[in-house]
Each structure stands twice: as structure tokens, then as C-alpha cells.
């Protein structure tokens, strides 16, 4: 191992500095996020979160939910910072979401959040971003009124291409940034 690797792995196994920074918005991924305060009484809303995961079951959920607060450590050198999300998560039972296997829509109660509130902070590199709608077609019934739509975002910098005609449509997979440093706002 290298010596300059050898310290950044050192500092890295030292605690994070007592000092954290915390920002408004971040961009990761190919996303812009906001927190949800930021974003409050804007037209854009960027402040839903999505974490692929899994359960004990043989089915795979996608977390939820949004986002409170973005926060760096820094780890006792300007290289070795970290981005963490501080998130509202959405309740994954039952009660909390349902998925239209039809049309694969997802619907979430906006009324229901997750009952662990250990697990509320997540690597900023783990998310996706989300937003939450009312379905049009409900919009008028008021039993459904606690449920919010998901819809998935697409991050920038990805482009569907047409390969050939007679294949589908793929993803570029290949997002470009700047730099491995990410400027929060």
C-alpha cells in the first residue's frame, strides 16, 4: 500500500471531527437534492429520497422518503469528507404503501411514517431521487386524499439512445461530474 493511502486510511479510521457542515441542497448522482424546508412553497420539489433495499422476504422494497437535512463530516483532512442524508422515511407496511402491480404504481400514505427513527441517515451515494404527486384521477375523492403517487426522477446526464430499430431502448449508464469532490451548495 502506497504511503499517501496508508495515512488516508489511518485518518479514516480516527472519529469524524466534532464540527459538521450542514447545507440546503446537494447535487450527487446526477441529482439535485433540497431539503425539504428549502423547497417548501417552490415549484420544484426535490426533496424526495428513494434507497433500494431488501427485506427478510423474497421481495425488494424501495425506502421512501424525504429529506431533512444533508450533512458533511470531515474526517481530519479536506480530502476525506463524507455526505449523509438525514431522512423522513416512509412507512413500508401495509398501512403505509401500496403498489398497483397493473399499472406498477406506487402510492404511499403521506399520513404513515417509519416507526424506526434509528435509521434515518443514509450515504448521499445510496440515493435516487423522487417525487410525490396526487394521482389525477383521485384527486377528487377524499378517502384517497393521505395518498401521494412516486414517481421516479431520471438523474441528468443519462440518455436514452436508439440503438436499432428493431431493438428496445437502453440507458447510458455512464453519469459525467467534475470531480470526485462534490460542491454541496
Not at 439535485?32 to 431488501?54: A, D, L, P, Q, W
Not at 403505509?96 to 397493473?102: A, E, N, Q, S, T
Amino acid at each position: 500500500m502506497g504511503g499517501s493511502a496508508a495515512i488516508s486510511l489511518s485518518l479514516l479510521s480516527l472519529s469524524p471531527e466534532r464540527k459538521v457542515k450542514c447545507y440546503n441542497g446537494y447535487f450527487v448522482n446526477g441529482y439535485v437534492f433540497h431539503i425539504e424546508e428549502y423547497g417548501h412553497g417552490r415549484k420544484t420539489y426535490n426533496s424526495g429520497v428513494c434507497i433500494k433495499g431488501s427485506t427478510s422476504s423474497e421481495f425488494e422494497v424501495d425506502y421512501n422518503g424525504r429529506l431533512e437535512e444533508v450533512i458533511e463530516l470531515q474526517y481530519h483532512s479536506e480530502q476525506n469528507r463524507l455526505f449523509l442524508f438525514k431522512c423522513y422515511w416512509d412507512d413500508t407496511t401495509d398501512r403505509g404503501i401500496r403498489v398497483d402491480h397493473h399499472y406498477g404504481l406506487v402510492e404511499i400514505n403521506s399520513k404513515a411514517r417509519h416507526c424506526n427513527v434509528n435509521d434515518v441517515f443514509v450515504f448521499s451515494k445510496q440515493c435516487q431521487q423522487v417525487y410525490y404527486t396526487y394521482t389525477p384521477s383521485f384527486r377528487k375523492d377524499r378517502s384517497r386524499g393521505d395518498w401521494l403517487s412516486v414517481l421516479k426522477t431520471k438523474p441528468r446526464g443519462r440518455v436514452e439512445v436508439v440503438q436499432d430499430e428493431n431493438k428496445d431502448t437502453s440507458v447510458i449508464d455512464e453519469v459525467f461530474q467534475a470531480s470526485e469532490v462534490v460542491k454541496p451548495y
